[in-house]
């Protein structure tokens, strides 16, 4: 296994709340990123996977907590030394025009990141948007116009191609294909993991489609309320998830239930509503909608903990058996669910 190029210890993001309260946007995260791995992160809207990534590279300020690139603490960096390491981190965002100034030449917006972060000249900065857009299937004759005059599909490579200007060695890509028709999602996931492979890239990957992840992901993490509950591999998780959440997740999805199945069964049972960030219940977070839950999920917060070697996962009870497939109940036939939306 590599040894980790992004790490996260007990992070923390919090944000003013109603009445002079806080919301915990992400609450004590603990994470590792591997070098040259995928990660997919999945979860609710509103769980907080947009802000971890955020935080990953300091966009926002984390409230408490640790964050290690290649080996340095980034939450100490300050002044020079954060904006030559920022170099090496770069975000791909999820609406591919309102990230893009619409008023500048594709070539400038390509070219700013090794302008002001690589400190390269003119000439050596026409020279690599030339090739980068060559490299995202656009061609050198695109940085003459802007970024009006493009697809949605279009604006993304563009996107992408100024995420790879100054060579970073960590991308975060935050919904990166969501806003685009399923036609074009298929060609910027197959760029993407084309780059990944050519240039040794590790990747954060955000997204709310589980299909999506599945197809570019090594390994998959789970949020719910700004905790890390699940981390595996893509073929453990996509055979049998742990977390009675993440079975929920993957039931949810018509075309990725277990093939062969009691359809009575297929269906995993989550009642209520998510919980208010800023009110959360007391012992596990999961424990107001967990099908499940014990005395013990009401009194005392599960830790993330390893039960596989490259499986983690933040419960009590972790639904696993043997051979990393579903855990069968054996109970009667669940009622079916709400919908849950990713």
């Known amino acids: 296994m590599s040894a980790p190029l992004v790490s996260a210890r007990r992070l923390r993001v919090e944000y003013p709340g109603r009445a002079g309260g806080r919301v915990r946007a992400l609450r004590d995260v603990d994470l590792d990123i591997l070098q040259g791995e995928t990660l997919g992160l999945v979860g609710e809207s509103g769980c907080g996977k947009s802000t971890l990534g955020r935080a990953l590279l300091r966009v926002i300020e984390p409230s408490a907590g640790r964050i290690e690139f290649a080996g340095s603490d980034l939450t100490r960096m300050r002044g020079r030394q954060l904006r030559r390491t920022r170099a090496e981190l770069q975000m791909v965002f999820q609406d591919p025009f309102g990230s893009l100034n619409p008023r500048r030449k594709v070539a400038d917006i390509v070219a700013e990141p090794l ?59 935050d919904e990166a294909v969501s806003a685009l028709d399923v036609s074009i999602q298929a060609q910027v996931l197959n ?91 007391e012992g596990c977070l999961f424990r107001t909608r967990c099908p499940i839950a014990a005395p013990e999920c009401r009194t005392r917060m599960p830790e993330l903990r390893e039960i596989a070697p490259g499986r983690s996962v933040r419960c009590h009870l972790p639904l696993i058996s043997g051979d990393l497939g579903l855990a069968d109940s054996g109970g009667s036939a669940s009622p079916a669910i709400k919908d849950v939306t990713l």
């Open 115 to 173: 302008l002001r972060a690589r400190g390269a000249t003119r000439g050596e900065a026409a020279k690599a948007v030339a090739e980068l857009l060559d490299l995202v299937g656009l061609g050198a004759e695109a940085g003459a116009r802007r970024p009006h005059e493009f697809s949605g599909g279009q604006r993304q490579r563009i996107g992408i191609a100024r995420a790879l200007a100054s060579s970073p060695q960590f991308v975060v890509a």
């Open 191 to 281: 760029l993407l993991s084309d780059l990944v492979r050519d240039r040794g890239l590790t990747m954060l990957f955000i997204s709310h489609d589980l299909g999506v992840v599945r197809h570019i992901a090594d390994r998959i993490a789970v949020m719910y309320l700004g905790q890390i509950i699940e981390i595996a591999s893509r073929d453990a998780f996509f055979t049998g998830p742990a977390h009675p959440y993440s079975r929920a997740l993957l039931s949810s999805v018509p075309a990725l239930r277990r093939p062969g199945g009691d359809p009575a069964r297929e269906r995993e049972v989550l009642e209520g509503e998510l919980p208010d960030p800023a009110n959360p219940p």
